[in-house]
């Protein structure tokens, strides 16, 4: 299993945009991927699991990977987080 922790910046947390944006990276990799926020989880690649979180500006989130190609999808993950300035 791969993680990293991050602080959410976007202005509005992650509503429907950004949400979208991760789900779709994590749809790219075979590896089971998880978010984490507070006492609350959900499978990155199902938008309505990452919306239902509710996470707001300056929360920290976990990513978690576990998989094949779990190093690649933290990689590609928080970079995509980091150009759409969601951490």
Do not use: Q, W, Y
Not at 23 to 36: L, Q, R
Not at 37 to 55: P, R, T, Y
Not at 61 to 79: H, P, V
């Amino acid at each position: 299993m791969t993680s990293f922790k991050a602080t959410v910046i976007d202005p509005v947390g992650l509503h429907a945009r950004p949400a979208s944006v991760l789900t779709k990276e994590a749809s790219k990799f075979a590896s089971e991927i998880k978010i984490k926020c507070g006492d609350k989880e959900g499978n990155l690649k199902s938008i309505m699991n990452v919306m239902a979180l509710a996470v707001k500006t300056g929360a920290e989130i976990t990513i978690e990977a576990n998989g094949e190609d779990e190093n690649e999808a933290i990689e590609a993950i928080e970079k995509a987080m980091k150009d759409n300035s969601i951490i």
